[in-house]
C-alpha cells in the first residue's frame, strides 16, 4: 500500500442545498508538485479549506501522515507541517517585509512578535528571514512597511510567510494571481527549489495553464465539487472530458 503524505476520503461539504466539494478521496504522495484546476465555483478554494482546517467537512477524512487531522484547527495542523497562502492577501500591512518574514521563523521557536523587541537573541530567525528576504527578492524592501508594496511584492511576501515555517506540505491559492511575469518566475523557482532541497510538497491552485502545465507533476480537475480527472499534465492534455469542460483550446 502506497505511503501517502496527505489522505483524503469522501471529502464533502455543503453550503445550504449546494455541494461545493461534493465528496472528494485523494492521495499525495511526498515531494510532489501537484496543481488543482477547474472553472470558477468548482470547489477548488472550498477544498483547500478543508485540508488545512479553515473549514470542517460535512463527512469524509483528511489524514497527514497517517493521523487522522480532520478535526484539527488550522493552527494545529500548521504545526504539524502543513501551511497555506490564500487566494486573498495574508499579511500583516503594518509591519516591514523583513518583519512579516521573521513572524513564521519565531513562531517555529515557540515565539511571538513580542520577541521583536529582543531581536537581537534572535540570531537564528534573523538569518532566515533574511534567506527568505533574498529568495523572493524583497530584500531591497526589507524595510518597507508591507501594506506599502505592490500587489505582485504583497504576493511574494505571502509566499515567504507560507514557506517561512518550513511546511513539509504548502497549498497556495493562485499565488501567480495579478503578477507580472518576473514575479511569476521567482514564486516558481521558489517552489522548484523548496521541492528539490527539502522535499516540500506543494499544491497550487491556478486559473494559469502556462503556470500549471510548466510547473505541475500532478494535475487534479475539478468540476462541480467534484474529482473529474487526476493525472500527469500528459495525461490530462490528452483527456477529452478535459479538453471540453475546462481547458477548450488553451493548452
Ligand atoms: N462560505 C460559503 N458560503 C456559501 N457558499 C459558498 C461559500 N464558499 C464557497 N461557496 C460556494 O461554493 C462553490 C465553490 O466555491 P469555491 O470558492 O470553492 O470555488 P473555486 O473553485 O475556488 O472558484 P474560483 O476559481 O472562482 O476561486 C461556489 O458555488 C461558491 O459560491
Ligand atoms: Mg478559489
Redesign the pocket.
Known amino acids: 500500500m502506497t505511503e501517502y503524505l496527505l489522505e483524503t476520503k469522501g471529502l464533502r ?1 455543503t ?2 442545498r ?1 455541494a ?2 461534493a465528496g472528494v478521496s485523494l492521495g499525495l504522495t511526498e515531494g510532489t508538485l501537484a496543481a ?1 484546476i ?12 478543508l485540508l488545512t482546517g479553515l ?1 470542517t467537512p460535512d463527512t469524509g477524512t483528511v489524514r497527514f501522515k497517517g493521523e487522522d487531522i480532520t478535526r484539527v484547527p488550522s493552527h494545529g495542523r500548521v504545526r504539524r507541517g502543513l501551511s497555506r497562502s490564500f ?1 486573498i492577501m495574508n499579511i500583516f500591512p503594518n509591519l516591514t517585509v523583513r518583519q512579516n518574514l521573521l513572524l513564521p521563523a519565531l513562531s517555529r521557536r515557540g515565539r511571538n512578535l513580542h520577541a521583536v523587541a529582543r531581536l537581537e537573541d534572535e540570531t537564528g530567525a534573523n538569518a532566515e528571514a533574511e534567506e527568505l528576504l533574498r529568495e523572493i527578492g524583497l530584500w531591497d524592501h526589507r524595510g518597507a512597511r508591507a501594506g506599502a508594496l505592490s500587489h505582485g511584492d504583497q504576493r511574494l511576501l505571502e509566499l515567504g510567510i507560507a514557506v517561512g515555517t518550513r511546511p513539509k506540505l504548502c497549498f497556495l ?2 499565488p501567480c494571481a495579478g503578477m507580472n511575469p518576473i514575479e511569476r518566475q521567482t514564486v516558481l523557482g521558489l517552489m522548484r527549489k523548496l521541492s528539490g532541497q527539502r522535499r516540500t510538497t506543494f499544491v497550487i ?1 491556478e ?1 494559469d495553464m502556462d503556470v500549471v502545465f510548466s510547473l505541475a507533476e500532478r494535475i487534479v480537475v ?1 468540476n462541480h ?1 467534484e474529482v473529474l480527472a487526476d493525472g500527469t499534465p500528459a495525461e490530462i492534455r490528452e483527456n477529452r472530458v478535459v479538453r471540453e469542460t475546462y481547458l477548450g483550446a488553451e493548452v
Open positions: 461539504k453550503f445550504g449546494l461545493a466539494v488543482v477547474g472553472p470558477n465555483g468548482a470547489g477548488k478554494t472550498t477544498l483547500i479549506n473549514l487566494q491559492d493562485e491552485v486559473h475539478m465539487g
